[in-house]
């Protein structure tokens, strides 16, 4: 806190520590920030060096003249200098405090966006509390100056685990392609990537209304279902899964796969770890598999590949080739 309120004053900070330093002062009370700001006054060293001996006099004499006191009164060295603290300062805080009006209109104005490259993940707390983990490759838009008025409204693309906040007279609204998401208080994955054809959310706690908006075809799910869009289509497929929180196993960098086709494993394999795999086996792609490979470690993901199959990998760049075993 004293560092971002020394860069404050010195109007030094990014956007990103505006905002934290806004939310930190809108926690404290007035009087808290009485506290604080009489202690800088009282503690802190004020340079002065840039105001002459004459500049000083003639502040002090407007000063006298304001207060009703005669020239000749000889004031301690200390209450001069403070005097002309007050004198200089004043204008700086008048200038910082526009300053971070401007800026925190600018920012309640436009757009946040939050995003992750591919192999990043983060962490985000929107201003109603709601947490959202993000995994590789995933984006979240909203205006700060509309968020939680009316309605808690977000952009996404991507995949996230989404902790909402409970708020009863303000629904929390995802926007995504081809589909929007109305909750008002829950727990569920969502993977909307832009480029897949696929989008499917995975509800662990609470309901959520999901939309078709291609087919304006509205479901609601209850926990341990999860619902299945084609973009292509519009069609909404609600499966129960007993196993529901295996669609956020991203966030401890695990994949998990049960009873699933082989060429579904690969095209996961390729998403995460961006290369391109191709299989000689032909007759293997169509194989169940079922099993726990790390998302952070392509070379254990092929060697579990390796030992389930009989195959052998060979890396090369972005290209990954899986041949058999010969006898």
């Excluded at 926690?27 to 506290?35: G, L, Q, T, Y």
């Excluded at 994955?189 to 662990?204: C, D, K, T």
């Excluded at 609600?238 to 196993?243: F, L, N, Q």
Aim: proline share 2%; glycine share 4%.
């Amino acid at each position: 806190m004293d560092d971002l309120e020394y860069k404050y004053r010195k109007n030094k900070l990014s956007k990103e520590e505006l905002l934290e330093f806004r939310k930190q002062m809108n926690s404290m009370s007035a009087d808290d920030i009485e506290k604080r700001l009489h202690h800088q006054w009282m503690t802190e060293d004020i340079d002065t060096s840039s105001v002459t001996d004459a500049r000083m006099d003639q502040l002090k004499y407007n000063i006298d003249v304001i207060l009703g006191k005669k020239r000749s009164v000889i004031l301690p060295l200390y209450i001069r200098i403070g005097r002309i603290a007050a004198a200089v300062l004043l204008p700086a805080f008048m200038i910082t405090t526009f300053y971070l009006y401007h800026e925190n209109n600018q920012l309640t104005s436009e757009e946040m966006i939050v995003s992750t490259a591919k192999g990043e993940r983060a962490n985000v707390t929107l201003p109603d509390g709601t947490l959202v983990a993000l995994n590789s490759e995933s984006k979240l838009i909203y205006i700060p100056k509309i968020y939680n008025k009316m309605e808690r409204k977000i952009n996404f693309d991507g995949e996230g685990y989404f902790n909402v906040h409970k708020d009863q007279e303000r629904p929390f609204l995802i926007n995504a392609k081809g589909m929007q998401v109305k909750v008002l208080g829950t727990k569920f994955n969502l993977s909307a990537r832009e480029h897949n054809n696929i989008a499917e959310l995975a509800l662990e706690e609470g309901s959520v209304s999901f939309l078709s908006t291609r087919i304006n075809k509205n479901i609601i799910l209850k926990p341990a279902q999860k619902a299945i869009l084609d973009r292509s289509t519009g069609y909404i497929t609600i499966v129960k899964d007993e196993y529901i929180d295996d669609a956020s196993a991203w966030r401890r960098g695990d994949m998990v796969f049960r009873n699933t086709e082989f060429l579904k494993v690969i095209k996961s394999i390729e998403d995460t770890y961006n290369v391109n795999v191709k299989v000689s086996c032909k007759k293997c792609l169509t194989d169940q598999f079922t099993g726990t490979v790390p998302n952070t470690n392509l070379n254990e993901v092929l060697e579990v590949i390796e030992r389930s199959y009989h195959l052998k990998a060979t890396i090369t760049g972005k290209e990954v080739i899986l041949n058999e075993e010969k006898n």
